[in-house]
C-alpha cells in the first residue's frame, strides 16, 4: 500500500471517529452480529427475535436520516438480489401450502422473512472504516461464547488432552454430546458456523488498513476456532477453510502466487504427517475415504449418500413446491438431505433450488471480481471482507450441507444475509479480469 493510500485511510478513520452517528451505527451492528452468535447463552433468547427486529428498524431508520450512509444505486452484485428473491417467492409458497407441517411456519419467519428484511433494509449501503471495525468486533466478543462454552465442556469431559485424543473425541458420542448441547446442537452446525467467521477474522488481522486493536482481536480469535476445529473433526470444514485459506493469500498477494500457497501448504502437512504419525494415522483415512467418495468403507460417507437419495426422492414427489422450509426435520429420516441444493429442491421445490444455485454462483462471481481487482486498502478490501465468508460457508454446504434453521435465532441468516447487503456493489460498464487472471495463472 502507498503511504498516499495509508494517509488517506487514517483521515478516514479519524473522520469516521468524530462522527457519532457512525458510532451509533456500528454498535448496533455489533449488538446484531455479536447478539445473534451469543443467543443461547443469553436470558429470553426466544425474544431476541423481536429485539433483532427493532435493531433493524432502527438502523434502517439512521441509513434513511443520515444522506451519507447512502451510496448510489448503481451497479450490481452477480444476481445475488433476483436469486434471493426467487428463492423467498418459493418458501412463501411452500410455506402457504405446507403450513400444517410442524417447524414450516417457525423456519419461514426466522430465516426467509428475516433474511429478506436484512436485505431490504441494509442493500446499498457501504460500511465505513469504523462501522465495520466495530461490527466485527462484536461478532467476535459475540463468537467466543459458543466457542468458549465448548471448549469448557470438552475439557470437563476429557481434561487435558493430547493431539491423537482430541482428533478422535468424535468417535465417542457421548462424551461429545455435551460439547455440542454447549455450542450449536451438533457437530456439523459447529462446524458451519466456524467456516463462516474464520476467514473473515483472518482477513481482518492481515489487512493493514484495520486499526491495530481490530487485528490484534481478530487474530487471538484464531486460536478457539482452531481448538474447536481440532476437536470437531469435520472433513468438510477442513476443505471449506483449505478454499478460504487460499482465497485470502490469493487476494493479499496475487492469484499468479497461488502456487506458492499451495506448494508450502504440502510441505507443511507433509511435516506434519511426518513429525506426528498418530495425527496422520488418524486423519489421513479420513479425508482419502472422503474424496473417493467411498461408501463401503465409511459408514459416514455412506449415511450421507443415503440421506441424499432419500431427499432427492423426497423433492421428485414434491418437486413443485416442496415439503415446506424445515420441514426435513419431520420428513426426512435423517432430518437433513446433508447437500445444500438438494436440500432446497426438497423442501422448496424447483424454484427454491432455482433460487440456491443461482445465489451460490452469484456469490462465486463476486469473489471472482473482487480478487481480479485486489486490494486496494478501501472499497474492494471491504468487500472482500463482507463476502469472504459467505463463499466459505456456501462452499461447506454444497459439499456437506448447513442447517439454516436452529431454534429462534438464526445466526446463520443473519449473519450470511447482512454481509451480502454490506457487500459494495461492483461497477457497470468495467472490464472483468477474472478470467483473464485465471488463465494467466494457469499459463
Known sequence: MTETKISRQKTHQQTDIRDPGSFVFGMLLALLWGGHTAAFYLPGSKY?????????????????????????????????????????????????????????????????????????????TTLRTWELE??????????????????????????????????????????????????????????????????LFLWMLLDRSRSWFTRLFCGSMLLPILLNLLILEVRAAFLSLALGLALVWGFKFGARRIWIFIFGGAIGIGLLFWYTPDVAEIVSPRLQTALR??????????????????????????????????????????????????????????????????????????????????????TNNTRFAMVIGPVCFVSYGIVANFTLNNGYVNSWTVLVVSMLAFTPRLE???????????AGLAG
Open 48 to 124: 431476541l427475535y423481536l429485539a433483532s427486529l427493532l435493531c433493524i428498524l432502527i438502523l434502517a431508520e439512521l441509513r434513511m436520516v443520515i444522506r451519507h450512509w447512502r451510496v448510489p444505486r448503481g451497479g450490481y452484485r452477480c444476481g445475488v438480489a433476483p436469486a434471493l428473491a426467487c428463492w423467498f417467492f418459493a418458501a412463501t409458497a411452500s410455506t402457504i401450502l405446507n403450513a400444517s407441517v410442524e417447524q414450516v411456519g417457525v423456519t419461514y419467519c426466522f430465516v426467509f422473512l428475516t433474511g429478506a428484511a436484512l436485505y431490504i433494509v441494509f442493500d446499498g
Open 134 to 199: 466495530i461490527g466485527v468486533i462484536g461478532l467476535a466478543i459475540g463468537s467466543l461464547f459458543p466457542l468458549l462454552a465448548g471448549l469448557r465442556a470438552f475439557y470437563q469431559e476429557w481434561g487435558w488432552s493430547d493431539a491423537q485424543t482430541a482428533l478422535s473425541a468424535y468417535l465417542d458420542p457421548q462424551k461429545m454430546a455435551s460439547y455440542e448441547d454447549a455450542t450449536f446442537g451438533n457437530r456439523g452446525n459447529t462446524a458451519a458456523f466456524i467456516v463462516l467467521i474464520a476467514p
Open 293 to 378: 467418495v467411498d461408501t463401503v468403507n465409511d459408514p459416514s460417507v455412506f449415511e450421507r449418500a443415503d440421506a441424499m437419495r432419500e431427499g432427492m426422492a423426497i423433492g421428485g414427489r414434491n418437486w413443485l413446491c416442496g415439503i415446506g422450509p424445515g420441514g426435513a426435520l419431520t420428513q426426512h429420516s435423517q432430518t437433513s438431505a446433508h447437500q445444500f441444493f438438494i436440500q432446497q429442491f426438497m423442501e422448496t421445490g424447483v424454484l427454491g433450488l432455482v433460487g440456491s444455485v443461482v445465489f451460490s454462483c452469484g456469490v462465486f462471481w463476486i469473489m471472482l471480481r473482487t480478487l481480479a481487482r485486489g486490494e486496494d486498502g478501501g
Open 428 to 438: 457497470e460498464k468495467r472490464l472483468d479480469r477474472a478470467i483473464k487472471n485465471i
